[in-house]
């Protein structure tokens, strides 16, 4: 970076910046305020002639973009420079001069970084990657090529190279890692580096963050087993701990391994807004209620009403969990408190509804949500046949979806599913005659199949 540049009032002499100092075109760069930079950049790019063999151009671009500076008003003038002073490569083409210099790296990865246009550098990057694509630098431009969204077969062999020569590296390869894996990338083409990188960096603190993407991205979790254990050995408690711990649960990692380092996690951040995804992975993920049955019941007692408390009640009743611990909690999160709007109608809360029933919950308590949610989303909502389901198996009165049934019936009484429909109004003691033309609607496809002699059973026990 150049120095900035004062000029020096001499000996004896008073300062008065006005008569003795004017900030140079440098100066105004650094103080990364657009609005200072404006002007000096507009005279500096009108010798964009002159500029095209200055070495510090990269520099220009890179301060401009990184203030926030409008990226059109330097396009042009990368272009040109970008491709000034061609010059031989060793594999017989040629390549700009400027293009290949190794401080352009700067230039491509504010844009890319800033504004995600991969087209404008993209053949230049290419030559650039011919010459330093193995040094440390060229890190940061491969991650900046995937998250602008740079198609990774464009380098996956460079990326991968990189990697499995930098399994030391302590700056850039985490990031790198997670680049790959979040934009795509398989896991298998790099398990072999990124097992050496974790070997060395298990207990630093960006290890968290690059064994969570392997997870996403569908590795295996035995390879990162042993390192993420090492890593939480260290950081169990910190608040980003949790995206590993949700990540390891939700694929299908063993959750015996996070027992101890959830509950230290849960002793410090166990009434956080983020303890939801721990507590939902958790339970998802088959561990038992009674590490979490406290630390909910904390959490509930301040974001009861929160419109993502519904991942707890629900997979809190899932795992069978009892109604008890969550049933004030549900009943101020559908009706909502004086400062807390309700979530009756909300479009998920089907799912709370379904859940809360088949746990063996009370009708009554969700009997007016259900009744507002059915008049706001119709008997033909998506997946609305599994709260018919639950709230006929619960013992609900029939009538209560008497008007929704009816719309969904007359959409769908041919498809194989409305047999569950059909049998739950009749066996729930609703009248026959209300069913009957779908009935025999569906019994015209369906009749024949091994289903049909239940729907027959349930229509003979109501009488009809």
């Not at 608040?239 to 711990?245: S, V």
């Not at 009861?304 to 408390?309: F, I």
């Amino acid at each position: 970076m150049p120095l900035i540049h004062c000029a020096d009032p001499g000996a004896g002499a008073d300062f008065a910046p006005s008569a003795h100092f004017a900030p140079s075109f440098y100066d105004l760069l650094a103080s990364g305020e657009p609005e200072l930079m404006r002007e000096p950049l507009r005279r500096w790019l009108a010798g964009a002639d002159r500029q095209a063999n200055r070495a510090d151009a990269p520099y220009v671009y890179e301060e401009w973009l990184k203030a926030g500076g409008e990226p059109e008003l330097i396009r042009e003038s990368l272009v040109k420079w970008l491709a000034a002073n061609a010059t031989p490569t060793a594999a017989g083409t040629t390549a700009p001069a400027n293009a290949t210099a190794q401080n352009a790296s700067f230039a491509y990865t504010a844009w890319l970084n800033v504004t995600g246009e991969v087209e404008l550098v993209r053949d230049a990057l290419g030559a650039w990657f011919e010459l330093h694509g193995e040094l440390q630098v060229a890190g940061y431009l491969y991650c900046a090529w995937l998250s602008a969204g740079g198609e990774l077969q464009a380098f996956s062999g460079r990326i991968c190279a990189w990697l499995a020569a930098h399994t030391h590296d302590q700056d850039v390869a985490h990031h790198l890692y997670c680049a790959w894996l979040e934009h795509g990338g398989e896991p298998a083409p790099v398990a072999s580096s990124l097992e050496r990188w974790l070997a060395a960096h298990a207990r630093d603190e960006p290890a968290g963050a690059v064994c969570v993407s392997w997870l996403r991205a569908g590795g295996e979790p035995l390879l990162v087993a042993e390192p993420a254990a090492r890593w939480l050995g260290a950081y169990a408690r910190i608040e980003r701990a949790q995206f590993l711990y949700k990540a390891w649960l939700d694929t299908g990692g063993e959750y015996e391994l996070l027992r101890t380092p959830i509950e230290r996690w849960l002793s410090v951040h166990g009434e956080s807004d983020c303890a939801s995804f721990v507590y939902n992975g958790w339970l998802s993920a088959g561990g038992e209620l009674q590490l979490v049955r406290e630390p909910i019941r904390g959490w509930l007692a301040a974001h009861a009403t929160d419109r993502p408390a519904r991942y707890v009640y629900e997979s809190w009743l899932k795992a069978g969990g009892e109604p008890d611990l969550v049933r004030e909690s549900i009943r101020d999160w559908l009706a909502g408190t004086a400062a807390v709007a309700g979530h009756a109608t909300d479009r998920s809360a089907s799912f709370v509804y379904k859940e809360w029933l088949e746990a063996g919950g009370e009708v009554e308590l969700v009997r007016d949500g259900i009744g507002a949610w059915m008049a706001e989303y119709g008997g033909v909502a998506s997946g609305v046949t599994y709260l018919y389901y639950a709230w006929f198996q619960a013992g609900g009165d029939p009538e209560l979806l008497r008007e929704p049934i009816h719309d969904w019936l007359t959409a769908n009484a041919t498809k194989r599913s409305a047999s569950f429909v059909l049998e739950g109004w009749l066996d729930s003691g609703g009248e026959p005659a209300f069913v009957s033309d779908s009935l025999q609607r569906w019994m015209r496809v369906h009749g024949e199949s091994p289903c049909a002699k239940y729907v027959r059973r349930s229509w003979a026990k109501a009488g009809g």
